[in-house]
């Protein structure tokens, strides 16, 4: 949401694909997928998508920690490399952009919002309750090691979260929540957040 919305109002010249499924990190490697099918097959597919389409830019952003993470930083950081390399080798000219770990809170934002507003008399812009250090851990360590030429990192955690904690809402309000449970971004998280790496996006 938050990519169609910038792009409808800044850059009208881009076409966004989209080419995800659940549970599906850009990983090859064993696993199955929400639904059962392989992982490696499904990525093997997008590759033949990428392949015919020879796209300006890809994106590429997962979960740590998810069903098919390998939950291991150095092991992660292999795996993506071989996926850039998979992805060089069928589209060698378009760049690559990895955008790191959205903050990930204990059961849900919301959750968390309650069990603070309960105990406090405002509602904070940015709040440390709930919320996993371990996904800060894992932007910084691929914010420093994922360095490959054509490649840019992009940290969602330094766009969403200070040293205060991470953004709950965009304007203070329920409406403007940033997720929706534990780390799906809302459509006013994913614009704000869009808004703020659109340059480096886009240009």
């Known amino acids: 949401a938050g990519l169609q919305a910038v792009r409808d109002a800044r850059y009208p010249d881009y076409s966004i694909i989209q080419l995800t499924d659940g549970n599906?990190?850009?990983?090859?490697?064993?696993?199955?997928?929400?639904?059962?099918?392989?992982l490696m097959?499904?990525?093997?597919?997008?590759l033949r998508v990428i392949a015919a389409i020879q796209p300006q830019k890809i994106l590429m952003t997962w979960m740590a920690y998810g069903k098919n993470s390998t939950n291991d930083l150095q092991k992660e950081l292999a795996v993506l490399h071989d996926s850039i390399a998979?992805?060089?080798?069928?589209?060698?000219n378009s760049e690559i952009i990895v955008v790191g770990q959205f903050p990930h809170w204990s059961v849900s934002l919301a959750k968390n919002l309650m069990d603070y507003l309960a105990q406090n008399?405002?509602?904070?812009r940015h709040?440390?309750?709930?919320?996993?250090?371990?996904?800060?851990q894992w932007d910084e360590y691929f914010r420093s090691h994922l360095d490959q030429p054509h490649t840019r990192y992009l940290s969602a955690q330094q766009v969403l979260c200070e040293p205060s904690g991470c953004l709950t809402s965009v304007d203070g309000s329920v409406a403007g929540l940033t997720a929706v449970d534990w780390g799906h971004l809302t459509k006013a998280g994913s614009i704000y957040l869009a808004e703020q790496l659109a340059p480096r996006i886009f240009e």
Do not use: C, T, W
């Not at 599906?24 to 392989?38: M, R, T």
């Not at 709040?127 to 800060?136: C, E, T, V």
């Open 127 to 136: 709040m440390r309750q709930g919320l996993d250090a371990r996904y800060q």
């Open 41 to 46: 097959a499904i990525n093997e597919e997008k």
């Open 86 to 92: 998979r992805l060089r080798a069928v589209s060698p």
């Open 24 to 38: 599906a990190p850009p990983f090859f490697i064993d696993g199955q997928i929400d639904g059962g099918a392989s």
């Open 121 to 124: 008399n405002h509602f904070p």
